[in-house]
């Protein structure tokens, strides 16, 4: 009986052993992926201002009345829309005044180039005398001069009538309106500022201890949050001059018509290349927010799970890059959740 007691014991204790054994076992494997070095564009970020590539300020080419506005601020307008329209007798008064004038000198002039034709069947003939012909020809050219300047004339009072309504050059988004109704107006006076929706670009000032890597590169990105892909730049310009207040050269760029969330006046952040970098990247998925800790779990070679605190720096698609608390080639997990469970098992396990 005294030997039995002790083989009892260990039996129980190899039991217990083996049932301790598949709560590690049953463990599904991590997917992991590797810290890995990557070149990258070396970027200097700086602050821009994004405005309008076409804006313009539309003004009154007649003086008179408003008498309808039928767009106002924040409104989008079609290209021919009537935006502005300005009280016109006057000047259809003035239209049907000058056709009446120009009739009158198509008919004198009409009178004339028949009487120039019977006069100069008549010169042929020899009846009538030189000067008789000289006569009838000059007449004939003096018609033919008024009527050219009366059709000017009408030519001009049709564009004045023309220009009583005022139409949108291009469509866009009205930003202010000038006038009010009822208002008179005069030639020259403002009445609506505008811009065309979706063609927009970015001012940049380039300090110049950067300006030459941005002329040789030329190669730029905006970049809006971390939520959203960098918006890339379809066309950069470099102003060729210097400002003499700050020493930085203005850099335009000009941006896509898909970047729909941006709107003039706004400060966004424009990252320039500069060069080339080398940054340890791993995927977006396997970080973790805890409060104000962000971290990893990692998994070494023994499959065994550490959550490690690191440090996160730019976002590129679906890696980020990590600063401080990983070397190149250690392994994370994929997926964090997963990761977790399997920590909190080594903990039981251990205790």
Same mark, same amino acid.
């Given at each position: 009986m005294a030997q039995t007691k002790p083989i009892l014991q260990a039996q129980i204790f190899f039991l217990l052993s083996l049932l301790s054994l598949p709560l590690l076992a049953q463990q599904p494997d991590l997917e992991t992926a590797n810290a890995t070095m990557v070149t990258m564009p070396q970027e200097y970020r700086l602050d821009g201002v994004i405005e309008a590539a076409k804006q313009s300020t539309l003004s009154a080419q007649v003086s008179g009345r408003i008498e309808a506005i039928n767009f106002d601020v924040d409104d989008r307008v079609n290209k021919g829309d009537v935006i502005v329209h300005i009280r016109d007798n006057e000047y259809r008064a003035r239209l049907q005044q000058v056709k009446a004038t120009l009739a009158e000198a198509q008919a004198g002039f009409d009178d004339a180039q028949s009487e120039f034709k019977r006069v100069n069947g008549l010169y042929k003939d020899k009846v009538i005398s030189k000067a008789g012909f000289d006569k009838a020809s000059a007449n004939l050219e003096s018609t033919r001069a008024r009527v050219a300047a009366n059709r000017a004339s009408v030519n001009q009072a049709q564009e004045q009538l023309n220009n009583t309504i005022i139409r949108a050059p291009y469509s866009g988004i009205v930003v202010e309106r000038h006038i009010e109704l009822g208002e008179f107006t005069n030639t020259g006076q403002p009445i609506m500022s505008g811009y065309a929706a979706g063609k927009l670009r970015v001012n940049v000032n380039v300090p110049q201890s950067i300006i030459s890597a941005v002329r040789k590169h030329r190669d730029a990105t905006l970049v809006i949050d971390k939520k959203q892909s960098p918006i890339e730049i379809r066309k950069l310009t470099v102003f060729p001059f210097a400002d003499p207040k700050n020493h930085s050269f203005k850099v335009r760029l000009d941006l896509p018509e898909i970047a729909s969330n +941006?709107? @003039?006046?706004? &400060? *966004?952040? %424009?990252?320039?290349?500069?060069?080339? =970098?080398? /940054? +340890?990247? =791993? @995927? *977006?998925?396997? &970080? %973790?927010? /805890?409060?104000?800790?962000?971290? %990893?779990? &990692?998994v070494n070679t023994k499959r065994q799970v550490i959550f490690r605190q690191v440090r996160g720096g730019i976002y590129q698609g679906d890696k980020v890059e990590i600063i401080a608390g990983l070397d190149a080639g250690e392994s994370v997990a994929l997926d964090p959740v997963a990761a977790g469970i399997q920590l909190k098992a080594q903990w039981n396990s251990a205790q």
């Open positions: +941006l709107f @003039p006046g706004m &400060l *966004v952040k %424009v990252a320039f290349v500069t060069g080339e =970098i080398q /940054r +340890l990247m =791993i @995927p *977006v998925s396997s &970080l %973790v927010q /805890r409060s104000e800790v962000v971290g %990893v779990y &990692l």
